[in-house]
């Protein structure tokens, strides 16, 4: 078996994507390192309820699916609603939470030694298997003008991946450092492969960590429950999300800058893509396949046995391999 470190000398990487190291962890550089900082210093609230993924785990299907829950599957259509309602900390800063309509969800994709935590407020950690994790990661960086890496390769970005120099650092400490607390009352670990498998035990789940009125209310209502599925579906999420995204970033971006209802930590995005003169017709759309086994049609077979020793490197004396126990074929 090939050591790690000699894995880390296969392969130089020619292009990379716009990063910044901040304080220890690393951000794409649009993010505004001053608002990122301030996010950190959060003091959840009683009835605080954050979603917490590494990127490209989920993250945007469990906000749908935790907003359809709290909003009886009515889903938020507005773009600038959605992340007013369910706001990305890191992004957007402490004012967006402080202010959000609750009941509501914080996403950030923080490690456990970095999340603003109280044992009286509430975790979601989705986590999803390392191989489809990076290949979704790919494409949200390759087309997200904010990374500059349009003329990024797979092979550069699973270098990336691999060495843990992406976005939010290692795949792997990140994951680890939420699995020692997936038993804690007050955290939820779910798989995003779970989801897929079995969508309405899922969301009984969910629905039951939230409280359990909303998990009754969806036994015995089969149209609430009906409704939750449909609208979190990828078909629907999908549609709904390139054209609130489109919607939205057809406005003029002097007129968003100007808005007040605009948090701080989007405007400091927006200014940067303005400034860089980065086209927002290609912001990318946050629902991609959302299929288990993508990865298949990316991974080299050296690749995916590189990433299978890893795995089984980073998380030895661990049961992580549990989690995906069922779907050996595929992952």
């Known amino acids: 078996m090939l050591s790690f470190a ?10 990379k994507p716009d990063y910044q190291d901040v304080d220890g962890l690393r951000l794409v550089a649009m993010f505004s390192p001053d608002i990122f900082r301030a996010a950190l210093q959060y003091q959840p609230r009683k009835d605080d309820l954050f979603i917490v993924t590494y990127p490209k785990c989920g993250t945007t299907w469990m906000q749908n699916v935790v907003l359809l829950i ?9 773009f600038l609603e959605f992340q007013k309602a369910t706001p990305f900390l890191e992004l957007m800063g402490p004012d967006s939470a402080k202010h959000m309509k609750r009941p509501g969800a914080i996403k950030t994709h923080l490690p456990f030694r970095l999340q603003p935590y109280s044992p009286e407020a509430k975790y979601i950690y989705v986590v999803r298997n390392p191989k489809d994790c ?5 494409y949200h ?18 270098e990336l991946f691999i060495r843990g120099e992406t976005d939010y650092g290692d795949y792997f400490d990140h994951l680890l450092s939420w699995y020692e607390h997936r038993n804690d009352p007050n955290v939820l670990f779910i798989t995003y492969e779970e989801m897929k498998m079995d969508m309405q035990t899922a969301v009984l ?9 909303y998990a009754e209310n969806l036994e015995k209502d089969k149209d609430f429950m009906k409704r939750v599925l449909n609208h979190s579906s990828f078909d629907y999420m999908r ?19 100007s808005d007040p209802n605009v948090p ?7 200014e940067n893509l303005k400034d860089s003169k980065k086209s927002f017709d290609n912001i990318p759309n946050l629902i991609r396949k959302g299929i288990i086994g ?11 046995q590189r990433m299978d020793e890893l795995f089984f490197e980073r998380t030895k004396g661990t049961d992580v391999w549990k989690l995906w126990e069922d779907l050996k074929n595929e992952i």
């Open 205 to 213: 789940k969910i629905a039951k960590f939230l409280g359990t009125q």
């Open 141 to 158: 960086t390759k087309y997200s003008p904010g990374y500059n890496f349009q003329d990024g390769t797979f092979n550069d970005f699973f």
């Open 294 to 304: 993508d990865w298949k049609n990316h991974f080299t077979e050296e690749q995916a």
């Open 70 to 78: 709290l909003n009886k599957g009515i889903p938020l259509t507005d």
């Open 239 to 257: 549609k709904a999300n390139e054209h609130s995204v489109r919607e939205y970033f057809q406005h003029d971006p002097d007129s968003i800058l």
């Open 134 to 138: 990076c290949v979704s990661f790919y």
């Open 264 to 270: 701080e930590g989007l405007k400091h995005v927006i």
């Open 6 to 15: 000699c894995v880390r000398k296969a392969y130089i990487v020619q292009k």
